[in-house]
């Protein structure tokens, strides 16, 4: 089963790193080779220090309040991102994407520590967000994404609410 949790996890960073990539792409953002690796490598610094913190606090906090505490967080995260009439690319928009992809991956690097996913989990995943960013990018480029402008600000509320709506009640 904690195989399976880590495939699902990974899947999840992956995605997340997609999405990220598809909305910079999409919305035609500037976004230089050096920004892209700090995101990456951060991304997966972030993942590997909580992945140990989800170990050590494994004996502490139990598994289903770490989930209801995680899913209220999403929920906020959510409406947040919804009310937000400035959005995350006015001005210095690396940081701000940095702190914005990593907020979930927080608790993904938690989740996983509680798990024991495995040492090699954070490595992994980074990876995979950083190919699957890359990917996002091509692909917002490459295709037609007019129809989906009525979507961008609708589907990242969308995501985060129904995970959060999940790990709050059905976890």
């Known amino acids: 089963m904690t195989f399976l949790s880590s495939i699902f996890l ?12 598809w909305i910079i792409g999409y919305r035609r953002h500037y976004f230089p080779l050096t920004h892209f690796l700090l995101l990456s490598i951060g991304t997966g610094a972030v993942l590997w220090l909580f992945y140990h913190v989800g170990q050590a606090l494994d004996e502490v906090i139990p598994f289903y309040v770490f989930n209801k505490i995680s899913g209220v967080f999403l929920l906020i995260l959510s409406v947040y991102h919804l009310i937000d009439t400035k959005g995350i690319f006015q001005k210095a928009v690396a940081l701000k994407l940095f702190i914005i992809i990593n907020i979930d991956n927080i608790g993904i690097g938690l989740l996983a520590g509680f798990d024991t996913a495995g040492r090699y989990f954070p490595f992994i995943a980074g990876g995979l967000f950083a190919l699957f960013f890359l990917f996002g990018l091509y692909v917002a480029y490459r295709a037609s994404m007019y129809k989906f402008q009525q979507y961008g600000t609708l589907l990242p509320f969308c995501i985060l609410f129904s995970m ?8």
């Open 164 to 171: 959060g709506f999940f790990k709050l009640f059905f976890s």
């Open 10 to 21: 990974v899947f999840f960073i992956a995605l997340d790193g997609f999405i990220w990539g």
